[in-house]
């Protein structure tokens, strides 16, 4: 059984910025991509970023340019990079893995 489990999430003001990490754990073979989306109340889970094995990256349009995603393949953790925080970007973030499914999920909170 592999878990996901973030960590980092949290209060911050507008212009602030947080850096969110998820290590997966357990029976592990590969982990091709591996990435966050999120979900804000009353909307769908969205794409935050992801990024392959190869470290190919891919982002959301809403985040592009202040969220940065990088990995350690060797550890089986992403970590989320986020600058320039919008109150918009409030939501709970979840960790992906392909294969190996969701983390519980992280709650950031961007005040105005």
């Known amino acids: 059984q592999v878990q996901l489990v973030e960590s980092g999430g949290g209060l911050v003001q507008a212009g602030g910025s947080l850096r969110l990490s998820c290590a997966a754990s357990g029976t592990i073979f590969s982990i091709n991509t591996m990435g966050w989306y999120r979900q804000a109340p009353g909307k769908q889970r969205e794409l935050v970023a992801t990024?392959?094995?190869?470290?190919?990256?891919r982002y959301g349009d809403s985040v592009k340019g202040r969220f940065t995603i990088s990995r350690e393949n060797a550890k089986n953790t992403v970590t989320l990079q986020m600058n320039s925080l919008k109150p918009e970007d409030t939501a709970v973030y979840y960790c992906y893995a392909v294969g190996y499914g969701w983390g519980q999920g992280t709650q950031v909170t961007v005040s105005s």
């Open positions: 990024i392959s094995s190869g470290g190919n990256t």
